[in-house]
T-cell receptor, first 115, second 114 residues
């Protein structure tokens, strides 16, 4: 079991470009959660997805950010027209059904740098 | 509103000394409580978690935490710190709406001096 896989580990984008971050959950985990860690801060919840469904997106910025978790393939966090303030570490966690945070496994994160 | 407070931004202890990292939470229901550790540039590793049962929870790497409902606290302790324990420590509370998410504290950075 390879754990939660996030790629890329590091991503550099110029202002105005798009960033796509991928998260492959652990085998048997059908729930995915995205968190953002700004420099010198704790992690902040962004979005919770199940296959083909967004369950809770209360932490997502209203513009430029979107997330999906298709029936096949990894979950994708997409940031359009990136700005310097988007520079952060983005972590994904997966969990089996019904376990919520008690069943979380975190990935190693994607560090996004906007130049 | 749910929140987690870690009052100490940075703590320095000598190797071999005891350690206590403070965590206070605000949550109306019975909380799920967690402690994670993060080394520089790395992901989060779960140290321990609590939902019910014995209020003293044992975790990995010799860490333990005690849940005190009356004080809304979940402090992390270790009797003897090793240099490899230097890292950032995060306390978190799980909130249960719609399957749950974590609310994290700001973190406490631990430095260990020889």
């Amino acid at each position: 079991n390879a754990g939660v896989m996030q790629n890329p580990r590091h991503l550099v984008r110029r202002r105005g470009q798009e960033a796509r971050l991928r998260c492959s959950p652990m085998k048997g985990h059908s729930h995915v959660y995205w968190y953002r860690q700004l420099p010198e801060e704790g992690l902040k919840f962004m979005v919770y997805l199940q296959k083909e469904n967004i369950i809770d997106e209360s932490g997502m910025p209203k513009e430029r950010f979107s997330a999906e978790f298709p029936k096949e393939g990894p979950s994708i966090l997409r940031i359009q027209q990136v700005v310097r303030g988007d520079s952060a570490a983005y972590f994904c966690a997966s969990s089996p059904p019904g376990r919520g945070p008690y069943g979380y496994t975190f990935g190693s994160g994607t560090r996004l740098t906007v130049v | 509103a749910q929140s987690v407070t870690q009052p100490d931004i940075h703590i320095t202890v000598s190797e071999g000394a005891s350690l206590e990292l403070r965590c206070n939470y605000s949550y109306g229901a019975t909380p799920y409580l967690f402690w994670y550790v993060q080394s520089p540039g790395q992901g989060l590793q779960l140290l321990l978690k609590y939902f019910s049962g014995d209020t003293l929870v044992q975790g990995i790497k010799g860490f333990e935490a005690e849940f005190k409902r009356s004080q809304s606290s979940f402090n992390l302790r270790k009797p003897s710190v090793h240099w490899s324990d230097a890292a950032e420590y995060f306390c978190a509370v799980g909130v249960g709406n719609q399957g749950g998410k974590l609310i994290f504290g700001q973190g406490t950075e631990l430095s260990v001096k020889p």
